[in-house]
């Protein structure tokens, strides 16, 4: 059973997976087409940040900006490798578009790699119901990124 839950991102699993994170982006993606949050970005007021555990393991994890009061953005969704597979990023964006209703957004969105290693997140955002669509909020046009957006 699934548990999500707000995080502080206090805790060394947390630490883990985000650095984990980050170094899976700069696998796959070069430095300036990087817009993943670190810890201190994560942190700030703007966003929320919940993790996934599955008994006492960190299972993944996903995070909500607020861009407006009626648009939010996807952020930091990941599955611990162990998990892949299992439906962990369906619960955890779930969860998101559920806070994201509501806290009364109207739109998500949210940006992700172009490159084959990121089609398995892409195909999670389509069957949600994400669209492509152009940049958004600071984000300029980039071959290796993806725009998508949903209306909620």
Known sequence: ??????DDLSGPEIAALIGEHLANMAENSPPESIHALNLDGLKRPDVTFWSAWIDDELAGCGALKELDDQHGEV??????????????????????????????????????GSME?????????????????????????DPNSVFMTKRI
Not at 1 to 6: E, F, G, H, Y
Not at 76 to 93: E, H, N
Not at 124 to 129: A, D
């Open 1 to 6: 059973m699934l548990t999500i839950k707000l």
């Open 75 to 112: 952020k930091s969704m990941r599955t611990a490798i162990p998990y892949r597979g299992k439906g962990v990023a369906k619960q955890v964006l779930a969860h998101l578009l559920e806070e994201a209703a509501r806290r009364g957004y109207r739109q998500v969105s949210l940006e992700t």
């Open 117 to 141: 290693a990121f089609a398995p997140a892409r195909r999670l955002y389509e069957g949600f119901g994400f669209t492509y669509c152009e940049p958004f909020a600071d984000y300029v046009e």
